[in-house]
């Protein structure tokens, strides 16, 4: 497949440790928990969305991080105007997809930096070493795999169903549903197959500890990206905790 | 081999299954942001779309833990994508009874799959929590972010405490509804195509 060829090149300029790009996830999801539209608390979570796109970009994905750079600012900017400006249904509508943009996009561009840049087997060793139980991170790591596979077999399933003349916008909603979900399934159910087949031949599943040849480790640059999301993250949850926001 | 105990094969199904799940939960939550009355509707919509992957899985499943593990998947992934970690007791409980209330009936049962899907689905309502124990301050960011106050009063009348155990019959309701479409489901496609 060229999409498992394209993974292996990946080798960027700086590779973090798979806990630290963990631990860079836990912290944002404590920072999207707490809604804060301004104040200096806003600032603070700019920059720290800022941070993973910056990783991003080092591990040379610059076409990405930029193309996210101006996502975000544009949907910043045009949120404020659409605050003041805009009226009524039009204004809702603007709004509802500034806030998707600047509220999901941070936490979307993390999980996305920490899927693409974590090959598997690296992602597995990081769990050996947290002893994590081995069902839970099989689980896991299968499901990182299959997110990308989902979204190419929903394409082929869509231009198929494009032919067919079955699109959304058009006839029933059940139909809709039906026509994507169930070819879907289909597919999804033979490739777990294949999977299955495919981890059993190499020896997943023998009542053995596995060892693993990948060589992670923390380096200066974990503890430095680390300990600056952990300083923005305590400095952020304090600043809202000043402005009255109640933690839960 | 211990022929109870979990295997790769099985861990297989669990992470597919569960990123499916996830999938579906995400595209019907997208939906939500555009009226108050959807994102109310999350604890019936969601249930009901997601029952025809569900009950294929249930299908696959045959031993103890697998829809445990799914739930504790979901408590995670709720977490990652900003929810909090208030529900995850809920979330992971409510796995954890649906997986005994399957294995009472050997997973073969339909009575107690059906009944068990409709608590693993309460899991939705878990997700629900933190919106309904901090509704004041919630409410207050929404309105600074912008949202009309008529949407936001409405999903306040919709979701506030004295609602909230009327949702979560709901939820179980509709866990029980989507059980049965997606059984109806499973059999009219799978079930012939010799998947299941």
Same mark, same amino acid.
């Given at each position: 497949?060229?999409?498992?060829?394209?993974?292996?090149?990946?080798?960027?300029?700086?590779?973090?440790?798979?806990?630290?790009?963990?631990?860079?996830?836990?912290?944002?999801?404590?920072?999207?928990?707490?809604?804060?539209?301004? &104040?200096?608390?806003?600032?603070?979570?700019?920059?720290?969305?800022?941070?993973?796109?910056?990783?991003?970009?080092?591990?040379?994905?610059?076409?990405? &991080?930029?193309?996210?750079?101006?996502?975000?600012?544009?949907?910043?900017?045009?949120?404020?105007?659409?605050?003041?400006?805009?009226?009524?249904?039009?204004?809702?509508?603007?709004?509802?997809?500034?806030?998707?943009?600047?509220?999901?996009?941070?936490?979307?561009?993390?999980?996305?930096?920490?899927?693409?840049?974590?090959?598997?087997? =690296?992602?597995?060793? *990081?769990?050996?070493?947290?002893?994590?139980?081995?069902?839970?991170?099989?689980?896991?790591?299968?499901?990182?795999?299959?997110?990308?596979?989902?979204?190419? =077999?929903?394409?082929?399933?869509? @231009?198929?169903?494009? +032919?067919?003349?079955?699109?959304?916008?058009?006839?029933?909603?059940?139909?809709?549903?039906?026509?994507?979900?169930? #070819?879907?399934?289909?597919?999804?159910?033979?490739?777990?197959? =294949?999977?299955?087949?495919?981890?059993?031949?190499?020896?997943?599943?023998?009542?053995?500890?596995?060892?693993?040849?990948?060589?992670?480790?923390?380096?200066?640059?974990?503890?430095?990206?680390?300990?600056?999301?952990?300083?923005?993250?305590?400095?952020?949850?304090?600043?809202?905790?000043?402005?009255?926001?109640?933690?839960? | 081999?211990?022929?109870?105990?979990?295997?790769?094969?099985?861990?297989?199904?669990?992470?597919?299954?569960? *990123?499916?799940?996830?999938?579906?939960?995400?595209?019907?939550?997208?939906?939500?942001?555009?009226? #108050?009355?959807?994102?109310?509707?999350?604890?019936?919509?969601?249930?009901?779309?997601?029952?025809?992957? +569900?009950?294929?899985?249930?299908?696959?499943?045959?031993?103890?833990?697998?829809?445990?593990?799914?739930?504790?998947?979901?408590?995670?992934?709720?977490?990652?994508?900003?929810?909090?970690?208030?529900?995850?007791?809920?979330?992971? *409980?409510?796995?954890?009874?649906?997986?005994?209330?399957?294995?009472?009936?050997?997973?073969?049962?339909?009575?107690?799959?059906?009944?068990?899907?409709?608590?693993?689905?309460?899991?939705?309502?878990?997700?629900?929590?933190?919106?309904?124990?901090?509704?004041?301050?919630?409410?207050?960011?929404?309105?600074? &972010?912008?949202?009309?106050?008529?949407?936001? @009063?409405?999903?306040?009348?919709?979701?506030?405490?004295?609602?909230?155990?009327?949702?979560?019959?709901?939820?179980?309701?509709?866990?029980?509804? &989507?059980?049965?479409?997606?059984?109806?489901?499973?059999?009219?496609?799978?079930?012939? *195509?010799?998947?299941?």
């Amino acid at each position: 497949m060229d999409e498992g060829k394209k993974r292996k090149e990946i080798t960027g300029w700086l590779h973090l440790d798979p806990r630290s790009k963990l631990l860079i996830l836990v912290l944002f999801s404590v920072v999207v928990m707490i809604d804060v539209v301004d &104040g200096p608390a806003y600032i603070v979570r700019a920059i720290m969305t800022f941070v993973p796109v910056f990783l991003v970009c080092l591990e040379g994905k610059l076409h990405i &991080g930029a193309r996210f750079t101006v996502l975000f600012i544009a949907a910043s900017v045009l949120q404020n105007y659409a605050q003041r400006h805009f009226g009524g249904a039009l204004g809702m509508l603007v709004l509802f997809l500034c806030y998707m943009v600047t509220q999901f996009a941070p936490t979307m561009i993390t999980v996305w930096y920490c899927i693409s840049t974590t090959k598997i087997n =690296e992602f597995m060793a *990081a769990m050996n070493r947290m002893h994590a139980p081995q069902g839970l991170s099989i689980s896991i790591a299968v499901m990182m795999r299959f997110f990308p596979t989902l979204a190419e =077999e929903y394409r082929s399933i869509r @231009d198929a169903m494009k +032919m067919r003349g079955i699109q959304f916008g058009g006839g029933k909603v059940t139909k809709m549903v039906a026509y994507r979900l169930i #070819p879907l399934l289909f597919s999804s159910v033979n490739i777990g197959d =294949e999977l299955s087949a495919a981890a059993v031949t190499r020896g997943l599943g023998v009542p053995v500890k596995r060892t693993n040849i990948c060589d992670i480790g923390f380096h200066a640059c974990d503890f430095l990206i680390v300990s600056v999301m952990s300083i923005l993250t305590i400095f952020y949850v304090w600043l809202s905790l000043q402005s009255g926001v109640k933690l839960l | 081999m211990n022929q109870n105990k979990l295997q790769a094969r099985d861990f297989i199904t669990i992470g597919i299954f569960t *990123a499916i799940l996830w999938v579906v939960q995400m595209v019907i939550m997208y939906l939500g942001f555009l009226s #108050p009355f959807i994102v109310a509707g999350y604890a019936v919509l969601i249930p009901i779309v997601t029952g025809i992957p +569900m009950m294929l899985y249930y299908a696959r499943i045959e031993k103890f833990g697998m829809i445990t593990i799914t739930s504790v998947i979901v408590a995670i992934l709720l977490f990652i994508f900003g929810m909090g970690l208030t529900g995850a007791p809920i979330c992971i *409980a409510a796995g954890l009874i649906a997986d005994l209330i399957a294995k009472s009936g050997n997973y073969k049962s339909w009575k107690k799959t059906f009944v068990s899907y409709g608590v693993f689905s309460l899991w939705v309502v878990a997700s629900y929590l933190p919106l309904v124990l901090t509704a004041d301050s919630y409410k207050q960011s929404l309105l600074e &972010g912008g949202y009309d106050a008529s949407f936001v @009063d409405t999903l306040f009348t919709l979701v506030t405490p004295k609602t909230y155990p009327v949702i979560i019959v709901i939820c179980f309701i509709s866990g029980m509804v &989507g059980a049965v479409i997606g059984k109806a489901v499973v059999r009219k496609n799978f079930e012939k *195509a010799g998947i299941v």
